[in-house]
């Protein structure tokens, strides 16, 4: 399966800066999920946008989906040191047995 | 604690070589996955079971195998091991079906091959 590009590759922002992140896919997609890695550890579920959503928040998360346009973004508001990981998207689809396929990712720096 | 359990944290091991990563899902979760994530590859989907049966195949080379046991766990066996097969490998558990399906990951083995 083709992997989506996520944009951009790295980002450096410091504390207290909204950090953003662009995810694009190819596929026809039952819902996205995002997740966060700290360096070299597991991948830690983030949030998940159904294809029939436009946009959900978590926390200091903000997730946006424009199916039209096989895009999404996360949004983390007011930084803070500890968001420093790499953030994935993962398309998920039902027909697949809810196999996820990822993107890139975004290595997020967030400088104190 | 995402509840996915993988074992052992670390493996080095040398070419030629076989090994197996072991993988307990979260309570309840029928469905489990296999990934490997390597810097040049990023993550790619090896292998899903659900219920003890294979249910979808991806970029999994044929020196690799899986299996889920009745009691729900999975062996990903890994043999005449390269060089380039040095990774992270993740597991990851869910339920199937549905559009909100999340899944959920262990914290990886990472396999060095010397």
């Known amino acids: 399966s083709q992997q989506g590009e996520e944009d951009p590759q790295a980002l450096s922002i410091q504390e207290g800066e909204n950090a953003t992140m662009n995810c694009s896919y190819k596929t026809s997609i039952n819902n996205l999920q995002w997740y966060r890695q700290n360096s070299g550890r597991g991948l830690v579920h983030l949030i998940l946008?159904?294809?029939?959503?436009r946009e959900k928040h978590s926390g200091r998360l903000r997730v946006t989906l424009d199916t039209s346009k096989k895009s999404s973004s996360l949004l983390i508001t007011a930084s803070r040191a500890a968001d420093t990981a790499s953030y994935f998207c993962a398309e998920g689809s039902v027909a697949a047995g809810n196999m996820l396929t990822f993107g890139g990712g975004t290595r997020l720096m967030v400088k104190p | 604690d995402s509840g996915v359990t993988q074992t052992p944290k670390h493996l080095i091991t040398a070419t030629g070589q076989r090994v197996t990563l072991r993988c307990s899902p979260r309570?309840?979760?029928?469905?489990v996955y296999w990934y490997q994530q390597s810097l040049d590859q990023g993550l790619q989907f090896l292998i899903q079971y659900y219920n003890g049966e294979e249910r979808a195949k991806g970029n999994i080379l044929e020196r690799f195998s899986a299996q889920q046991f009745p009691d729900l766990h999975s062996e990903l066996n890994l043999s005449s091991l390269e060089l380039g097969d040095s990774a992270l490998y993740f597991c990851?558990?869910?339920?199937?079906?549905?559009?909100?399906?999340?899944?959920?990951f262990g914290q990886g083995t990472r396999l060095t091959v010397v």
């Open positions: 990851a558990s869910s339920v199937v079906g549905t559009v909100s399906t999340e899944a959920f």
């Open positions: 946008i159904r294809s029939n959503e």
């Open positions: 309570s309840g979760d029928l469905s």
